[in-house]
C-alpha cells in the first residue's frame, strides 16, 4: 500500500514538470514567434486603417446629407414665411381699402 502512494517530493516535480510542459506549449504556440507574425499584423493594421476611412468617410457623407437637408429645409421654411407675409401684406392691403371705401362712403351720404 505505501508503495503506490506517491510523496510530497514525487507531487511537487510532478507539478514543476507539468508547469513547464505547460510553459513550452505556450513558448511553441507563441504567435511572435512565427515568421509571418509582422507580416499578418501589418496587414491588420493596414485594413484597419482602410475600415477607419471607410466609416469616416461614411460619416461625413452622412453629415454632409443631413447638412443638405437642413438647409433645404431651412430655405423651404424661410419662403413658407415670405409667402405668409405676402400673403398677410395682400390682406392687410385688402381690409385697408375695404376700409378706405366705407369711410369714403360714409363722408358721401354725409354730403
Known sequence: MRDRETSLADRLSTAAKATQARLARARASDPSAR???AQQQEARRAAAAARDARIAERKAAKRAEEER????????????????AVRD???????????????AARKARGK
Open 69 to 84: 437637408a437642413a438647409a433645404a429645409k431651412a430655405a423651404q421654411q424661410a419662403a413658407r414665411e415670405a409667402e405668409a
Open 89 to 103: 401684406a395682400a390682406l392687410e392691403a385688402e381690409r385697408k381699402a375695404a376700409r378706405d371705401a366705407r369711410y
Open 35 to 37: 515568421a509571418d507574425f
